[in-house]
């Protein structure tokens, strides 16, 4: 197949890349804004028929949650109307699309797993784009896997774990958040699902992937600093109250990933192992 990847330079469209040299089975076609901008229309139309795309990744999104709230119109934009477009193009060559999303889409007042089939109820304007995109992208192209996912980092670009070591490392005392509950995800291990959907074939529906156990901010916070050995910051408990922001975010928002592992026979590491991994590569940097 050819394969279009869309935000190829953010975290998850990174692992893509690497993740594609071993992968010799399609053709990928890696774009950021300079190469593709998804919210011209034409420009979609234009690059999935010349580069013959059957199946789209879309990497790409508005994610700066807080700014969001005051940067509805730009958010929109990015996370319900381009992904429609992309939708629509690759259902004109009668091709598929993967559609990734977040835990955002729930207002976190759950206190056991997310599954596939619960109600979604946004409670911030990132989330409530998000949702609308995934609406968007089902309604334009029939062979549609929505992918929600959440926390997610990796050894590329901006994120918690690399905030935590740097603030770790200039600060005695930092305060953490404990009482936002859920799943950090490794971008790779993202990667690798949507990579094993991709080979295998994609069957439509929507899926929840993190990695496996369940923790707080401060939790994942303690376990970056002593994976870095980091020993001289004191780590404190803060309730969300403490700690305003302009976007509310979901309490619980722990993922049930039972459907993607059945589906696509992936098994999905524990969030410590994986979160192991990405400190050895970004300590190696």
Known sequence: MNILVTGCNGQLGNEMQLLEKDNGQHV???TDVSQLDITDQAAVDRFVADHEIDC????AAYTAVDRAESDRELCTTLNTVAPAYLAAAVERRGGAMIQVSTDYVFDGKAHTPYVETDTPSPDSVYGSTKLAGEL???KFCRRTMIVRTAWLYSSFGNNFVKTMMRLGREKKELGVVFDQIGTPTYARDLAVAIMAA???GIVPGVYHFSN???CSWY???KAVHRMAGIGTCHVRPLHTSEYPTPANRPHYSVLDKTKIKETYG???PHWEESLG???ARLMAQ
Not at 56 to 59: E, L, R
Request: hydrophobic share 55%.
């Open 56 to 59: 789209i990744v879309n990497c």
């Open 28 to 30: 990928f076609f890696n």
């Open 198 to 200: 991709v080979n295998k």
């Open 266 to 268: 992936i098994e999905i």
């Open 212 to 214: 496996e156990g369940v």
């Open 219 to 221: 939790d994942f916070a």
């Open 277 to 279: 991994d990405c400190m």
């Open 136 to 138: 968007a992208v089902v």
